[in-house]
């Protein structure tokens, strides 16, 4: 069953009886980007320190067990405070937790215990890749409108009653109430008035606000996602050339290098030239076809994401990190400048 299925029976069977968390998505977001650093983390202390172990020669303590006990703690903090803050803590607390419990799956999924089970890191990168792309379409998806929208305004306008709201804030629960004129509408317009401005020190502003309109008009040039496609396009090329050349090799009889997983080398010999085949059709299409080119530059993007980075991850372990910032960029570049194409030519 894909995410995309699983999202629509969760939100089909809760019906209209519950409201989405305004920062639900990002505070999401946040705990698997907590729970990746903690297993990195994790792995460099484990190994610069020799891999030692708490306990005797009866008892040994895993660090599994301290995971399990701070996704306790996350659980208990989100049920007995509410709050952008608490909902935050949650999300670090948890995202420890959760670091710390997956960073042993090799020993749950091995009659031996084997920490060191080369799959591992296919699994744990699998785990969190599937759980971002579940979030992602739970964020992006249409909930059931009844109340709900009025609902996740006062939510936004409750909460600001404490420490307040800040722009954006504000202007999100405006939009949910907008073109509404009931009286739980007009309730949740006089709660956002009552509520306090809160802004950014200004410090903190300056030290954004050059970055961040660096990036704007980095995006905004016209030779930006022309020369990322490029770049996109010739590794992919490359990469390909070079699983498709050890695979021959292993076919002839010759052995991979030490360390390399042969299984993992021959499924990437098959999956990395059909990324390559996506991206060069959609380069060539760029111009010419500009939907066309970037549904086949999603399609490669998102065949490397969640089938080709499992058997890279068995292969390369936690080296295959070293690949994925360029690919989260190129995804959200062509996640872009489709928005921008819907927004002139509307699909449908």
Known sequence: MSPATTIDGVRAALGRRTVRQPDGARNVRVLLLVGVSTVLVTRALLAASGYPQVGNGTLHVAHALWGG????????????????????????????GVGLFVDEVGKFVTQHNDYFFRPAAGIMYCLFAVMLLAVSRAS???????????AEAAL?????????????????????????????????????????????????????????????????????MPG???????????????????????????????????????ASAVVRPLEATLAVTGAVLWRRRRRTALTLLSASLYLNLFVTQL????????????????????????????RLAEAVSPPG
Not at 140 to 150: E, N
Request: glycine share 12%; hydrophobic share 50%; no cysteine.
């Open 69 to 96: 006990l701070l996704m306790l703690v996350g659980l208990m903090l989100g049920l007995l405070v509410t709050g952008g803050p608490a909902r935050v803590g949650t999300a670090l607390v948890g995202g420890v």
């Open 140 to 150: 992006a998806a249409r909930w059931p409108r009844g109340g709900g929208p009025v």
């Open 156 to 224: 936004i306008a409750a909460g600001g009653l404490a420490g307040g709201l800040t722009a954006r804030q504000r202007r999100t629960a405006e939009r949910l109430v907008s073109g509404r004129d009931d009286e739980a509408a007009a309730a949740v317009r006089r709660l956002l008035a009552a509520t306090p401005e809160r802004t950014a020190p200004e410090r903190l502003r300056r030290l954004v606000r050059r970055p961040l309109a660096a990036v704007r008009w980095l995006v905004g040039t016209r030779w930006l």
């Open 228 to 266: 990322l496609i490029g770049l996109f396009t010739v590794s992919r090329v490359l990469v390909a050339a070079i699983f498709l050349g050890q695979a021959l090799s292993v076919a002839a009889g010759h052995h991979l290098d030490p360390g390399q997983d042969t299984t993992a080398v021959l």
């Open 311 to 338: 058997f890279n991850f068995t292969d390369s372990q936690f080296g295959a990190l070293a690949e994925l910032p360029y690919q989260l960029v190129m995804l959200a570049m062509v996640a872009h400048h489709r």
